[in-house]
């Protein structure tokens, strides 16, 4: 669907990645921290049939030209649930039930099931980028207001992304990820120094239980990854949802297998084997690496190995990280185990606009406290972390 915007611009909604160029795409997302907003991973979505209509996430990229020249771009999708977003707002969905008002459809700007802090507008760097902005705001606003959509959501959004739309009248929510910093770190060694010494002395004793098991670990990244272990992958992360998160396997076979022809150089497995000679491993995690950061994905296992989660998703890579002058590591949801390894609360933000003026005037009025909240909660976590009273650097609010 094409619009008019001004006589030198124009609007259009568009289904699927795939028809929109991908040289055109990426020159506007691979400069960025984040590789999840590049073409390759997004098509991937959808082409094997993760991110569809049938799944509850429909296509919906707000795309912006000048004459037949590509200048902005948005990833969206429509949702008709809260799965797989990983910012839980079921509260405000009851909310609005009570209300009397529709909260879904609702349309979302985020990498399906990926929190991983990032999503911004793609917009070319000789643009006005506050002027794009404003204009792609306003056209998401009256497609919202025109398709009855009950609001518009962006999640994990850029740092300073969200300052510059905050302006146009959306709400930030204040949430938190567990993100392990470099801190010129020279060997895994080194880094043990930051815990205190009962910390310490447990980190070791995990990263021995794993070889007392009999299980040799090994990072594989790039073009040292077989072809057969990417549908591999799908059996451990297949098994890991089917065991603990009862409605959450999002991604397909073919997810990952399409992984290797296209985005295989971006991929570092963790991969455990029951010895060195070995080709079929026990337990992986799966890893994203992009510059100077590494995002942690999924992970799964045969068997119940004493300690095997924290040496494939968190020792192992940190220790390659280090090799490999990676400055940041963010494991992926959750933290119930990552905040005594070396991995301090992080805050991140999303940001809401509801088209209903009471559920609008609700979420502004109580924004600041919900906010606050989860603040103390951030500073709580921080404050019993089991590193050494030497000073630490920590994440503060953003």
């Known amino acids: ?26 020159a506007l997302a691979q ?9 390759e991973w997004l098509n991937n979505l959808e082409t094997s049939g993760s991110a569809t209509p049938k799944t509850g996430w429909q296509p919906c990229h707000l795309t912006l030209w000048r004459s037949r020249q590509l200048i902005a771009m948005a990833p969206l999708y429509i949702k008709t649930h809260s799965y797989g977003e990983f910012v839980f707002d079921h509260q405000w969905a009851d909310l609005a039930h009570r209300l009397g008002v529709c909260y879904y459809p609702k349309l979302l700007g985020m990498t399906p099931f990926t929190p991983a802090e990032g999503y911004r ?28 959509l009950g609001g518009c959501h962006f999640l994990f959004v850029d740092p300073q992304w969200r300052s510059m739309v905050e302006e ?32 310490r002395r447990n980190i070791k004793r995990e990263r021995k239980a794993v070889s007392k098991a009999g299980l040799y670990l090994k990072t594989l990244s790039g073009e040292e990854i077989p072809p057969t272990l990417f549908p591999t992958i799908y059996r451990f992360y297949s098994s890991t949802c089917d065991q603990f998160y009862w409605g959450s396997k999002y991604l397909t076979r073919r997810f990952f297998e399409q992984l290797y022809p296209h985005y295989r150089d971006r991929v570092l497995l963790a991969a455990a084997y029951p010895d060195e000679k070995e080709n079929d491993p026990v337990g992986l995690s799966f890893c994203i690496r992009k510059g100077d950061n590494l995002y942690g994905r999924y992970w799964g296992c045969l068997e119940d190995y004493d300690c095997l989660h924290f040496e494939a998703c968190y020792y192992k890579p940190i220790e390659w990280a280090i090799a490999q002058n990676v400055q940041q590591f963010d494991p992926g949801a959750g933290g119930r185990h990552k905040k005594r390894r070396g991995f301090p609360a992080t805050p991140n933000y999303s940001l809401h606009r509801f088209y ?43």
């Open 1 to 26: 669907m094409v619009e008019k915007l001004k006589s030198s611009y124009s609007i259009q909604w568009m289904q699927r990645l795939a028809d929109i160029p991908q040289n055109e795409w990426d």
């Open 31 to 39: 400069p960025l921290k984040t590789p999840f907003l590049e073409w």
């Open 121 to 148: 507008f793609l917009i070319a760097p000789n643009e006005d980028e506050a002027e794009i902005t404003a204009m792609m705001l306003a056209e998401i606003d009256r497609f919202c207001q025109r398709n009855r």
């Open 168 to 199: 146009y009248g959306y709400s930030a929510w204040l949430h938190h990820s567990y993100i392990w910093t470099n801190q010129g770190f020279n060997g895994f060694e080194d880094y043990l120094k930051i815990f205190n010494s009962n910390q």
């Open 356 to 398: 209903d003026p009471r559920m609008n005037q609700i979420l502004q009025s109580y924004i600041a406290e919900i906010n606050e909240m989860e603040q103390q909660e951030i500073d709580a976590i921080n404050q019993d972390l089991p590193f050494s009273k030497r000073e630490i650097s920590l994440p503060c609010e953003g």
